[in-house]
């Protein structure tokens, strides 16, 4: 893990060596359940836990189906807005589903690349914490977690020293978030014998919270036992930015979602394809299961021929196949073929619209709403142009094409005889938008 990049800090490492090599640990990660959907973000500390799974160790997802209901200070400047109750319930409920696909398709994933293995791998086990938090009453809270917490050290925590000296500065409710979050590991541990939390680099400070609660926890009321061996380790990935220094996982300004519903296959596979010649060396080490020769490999003949961009379509195939399978790259593919390349001359339109699905170039239409209609006027209602008269003058300047030929008479209707496998119609303006017809 260390290797490709996937750990930033580790706490006692030369133990925490030790433990793994003696035998199977439990290793756990929190997932925020503010958004629905898993994103390219999570990629990283689910990638974290998925290399643990297949070594043998056993792995907790745990969705903060409480904490969510309060929001985590860390990484922030202001308050989160809290969240309403149904929609964490909601989110909870999808992020499990999700959560659940993605090992399972990890998994699919590692035993094309992976050599056989007879160590065991048992599912994950994903968990939510409200379901210990939410009869937890207020006594019994600040006898178990509060007894053993320090004031001084909890305001010590970057985080909220970043907030203490922010014009807003931080709730009451966040300030405490960290006790929670602490809870969390120390149930864990007690109940599922958990000893390895993961987060992100801004989740320093609550996982060493988590591992002094729960070594205070087990020893003399309020004070570690002195000459006892400490439990519980960290293990932090790094904060994941491009080259140029913007946060990773960002296209457009919109998260790219692990989820088809939010994010189309065919952008889920442009996104990795558009790595930059700087970045996509570590996002291969990172994102994938390729052997480090396999990748020095790629990045030898990147270097020499750049412009091929063959180490972006390995990361992107591979990336893809993890999250979406091979069925996933052969649509991203298919779409790139057709939208990015242009090649429509073999189209079929069951694959296209299976491609395409999702994608909002895609516009499924009885035959009455299309067939007869002027190209302009489509353009227009399809959004290539913005009214008709500007649908005309982009064919006036050449700028309208139908199955990549340009529209020459301004009165050109959609026939049957234009439509590709009897379904299909591609209607572009100019070298970007593109609008593609298929017929119900």
């Not at 003399?220 to 990935?237: D, H, N, V």
């Not at 989820?259 to 291969?284: H, I, K, M, P, W």
Request: aromatic share 6%; hydrophobic share 40%.
């Amino acid at each position: 893990m260390r290797s490709r990049g996937l750990i930033a800090d580790v706490t006692r490492p030369a133990q925490l060596k030790a433990e793994i090599q003696k035998q199977p640990q439990t290793v756990y990660v929190g997932v925020d359940p503010t958004a629905r959907s898993l994103h390219v973000g999570h990629l990283v500390p689910l990638l974290c836990l998925f290399h643990f799974q297949i070594r043998g160790h056993h792995i907790i997802p745990l969705i903060g189906g409480a904490t969510g209901l309060i929001g985590d200070p860390s990484g922030r400047s202001t308050e989160r807005p809290l969240s309403a109750r149904e929609t964490i319930e909601s989110n909870v409920v999808q992020l499990t589903a999700s959560i659940t696909r993605f090992f399972e398709g990890a998994m699919a994933y590692a035993q094309k690349r992976l050599p056989p293995s007879s160590t065991p791998v048992a599912p994950p086990n994903v968990q939510n914490n409200l379901n210990w938090l939410k009869d937890l009453n207020l006594l019994e809270f600040l006898r178990t977690v509060g007894f053993h917490s320090r004031v001084n050290t909890m305001l010590a925590r970057e985080s909220v020293q970043a907030r203490l000296s922010s014009q807003q500065g931080i709730s009451f409710t966040e300030f405490t978030y960290q006790l929670l979050q602490a809870y969390d590991f120390l149930t864990l541990h007690r109940d599922f014998g958990c000893t390895i939390q993961i987060g992100g680099s801004d989740q320093w400070g609550n996982i060493i919270a988590g591992i002094e609660l729960i070594n205070r926890a087990h020893s003399a009321p309020g004070s570690l036992q002195e000459g006892a061996p400490e439990k519980g380790f960290g293990i932090t990935t790094p904060l994941l930015t491009t080259a140029s220094g913007q946060k990773f996982g960002k296209s457009a300004g919109n998260a790219v979602s692990l989820n088809e519903e939010d994010t189309s296959v065919y952008d889920f596979y442009q996104f990795f394809l558009r790595s930059s010649d700087a970045d996509v060396g570590r996002y291969l080490k990172m994102f994938t299961l390729l052997p480090q020769e396999k990748i020095d490999s790629v990045m030898e003949s990147h270097a020499q021929s750049p412009e091929a961009r063959a180490a972006q379509r390995l990361l992107a195939e591979e990336v893809t196949e993890l999250v979406h399978g091979q069925d996933g790259v052969a649509r991203a593919q298919l779409a790139t073929k057709l939208l990015y390349e242009r090649d429509i001359s073999t189209a079929r339109a069951d694959d296209v619209v299976a491609a395409l699905r999702g994608n909002p170039v895609l516009h499924l239409c009885e035959p009455s709403e299309v067939i007869d209609v002027p190209l302009i006027k489509l353009a227009a209602t399809l959004r290539l142009a913005a009214s008709n008269s500007a649908a005309r003058q982009l064919v006036s300047a050449k700028g309208l094409y139908l199955n990549n030929t340009p529209v020459a008479d301004v009165h050109q209707k959609l026939s049957t005889g234009d439509l590709i496998d009897g379904r299909l119609a591609f209607l572009r303006a100019g070298s970007q938008k593109v609008a593609v017809i298929a017929l119900k």
